[in-house]
């Protein structure tokens, strides 16, 4: 298989915020790896027989669920323990793995951000690939400059799918997706944007990186915990008009 290249991000804190829920919040991360590119349509190729018209354009029209079976087929792949295990759709995450996985959301916003405190890491139209360019799809990985940490369209390009979920209690089983596409403008590629969608959903400007570190706990690590997630889908009372619960 193509090489996935592995950045090796320091520790640090990172402030999430939800201008849905007007929330911000601090996580404090150990170290960790993260890819320096999307993963692409060569790679997704390669293990997921997935068709590469452009191999080294991002892989797309990848639901989260998809981007979870590649993680576990590039561990088997290396000899790694998979991060994750399946019951149906349920999928469950074995922190402690060193397997490759899906970023956590507070991950995927520390290696993006590379220090930068602002909406982008750079000028925008150095680092990104967006509606301004013109562009009617996504391009080939690393086109553009990347960030301190020597990461490449973290910002634009693609969106890129995470471990979390985006609002259980509002939208289900919908998980997170960060950093904006090819098509999008200014507002929506930036660092702090979330978006999301359900396991099985695919479109044509979402892609994924991979990252890589086991932690010693059981259902929380890098920001997200089991715990919480089942605290966010427990709301007291009748739930607003057009909210899921999670079940």
Partial sequence: ????????????????????????????????????????????????????????????????????????????????????????????????????????????????????????????????????????????????LPNLNGLFDTLGNVWEWTWDLLDPARYADYRVFRGGGFADDAWSVRASTRRGGAPRMHHDDVGFRVARGGFDAVDAAQGWSAAVDRDRADIDGPLPPGWTPLR
């Fill in 1 to 144: 298989m193509t090489d996935i290249e592995l950045a090796r991000i320091a520790g640090g804190t990172v402030t999430l915020h939800d201008a849905r829920r007007k929330a911000r919040w601090s996580v404090e991360l150990e170290p960790y790896e993260i890819g320096v590119y999307a993963v692409t349509q060569e790679q997704l190729a390669e293990l997921l027989g997935e068709p590469a018209s452009h191999p080294r354009r991002p892989a797309t029209d990848v639901s989260w669920l998809r981007a979870i079976r590649f993680c576990n087929a590039a561990s088997e792949w290396e000899g790694l323990d998979p991060a994750y295990s399946f019951d149906g759709e349920d999928v469950t995450w074995h922190v402690d793995a060193e397997g490759f996985r899906l970023p956590t959301e507070a991950e995927w916003e520390h290696a993006c951000r590379a220090g930068s405190t602002g909406p982008h890491y750079g000028l925008l139209a150095e680092v990104a690939w967006t509606g301004a360019d013109g562009v009617g799809a996504p391009q080939n990985v690393g086109g553009k």
